[in-house]
């Protein structure tokens, strides 16, 4: 089975960036779409971000938008997010998947996921 695997986590304070890479392993960006994904303690998982296969059009959630861009290298198989002005609300857990569906604006259904990566950001 396909294996995802985040990285790039880590602390940073408030207004601070951070850039998470994933990992797609043997899957083809040319044919699967990736999201981004966010889980707090006691919060709703979150779909941040998705970009789609091929051409690679790319969505936002509304919290997000204008901080954080999901871009993605073909040739090395990754799909970055890059996360700028981040506010401690962006603390979570951040995963990415794919699944048999193209994006749903920022999120897709997640059937195949990596194990994630903790962001935080505090002072």
């Known amino acids: 089975q396909a294996q995802l695997a985040e990285s790039g986590g880590g602390l940073v304070q408030p207004g601070g960036s951070l850039r998470l890479s994933c990992a797609v392993g043997r899957l083809s960006l040319e044919y699967y779409s990736i999201g981004w994904f966010r889980q707090a303690p006691e919060k709703e998982r979150e779909g941040v971000s998705c970009?789609?296969?091929?051409?690679?059009?790319?969505y936002y959630a509304d919290s997000v938008k204008g901080r954080f861009t999901i871009s993605k290298d073909p040739f090395k198989n990754v799909v970055y997010l890059q996360m700028d002005s981040l506010k401690p609300e962006d603390t979570a857990v951040y995963f990415c998947a794919t699944g048999p569906s193209d994006c749903t604006g920022p999120t897709l259904v997640p059937e195949i996921r990596g194990q994630g990566t903790l962001v935080t950001v505090s002072a």
């Open positions: 970009i789609s296969y091929g051409e690679g059009a790319s």
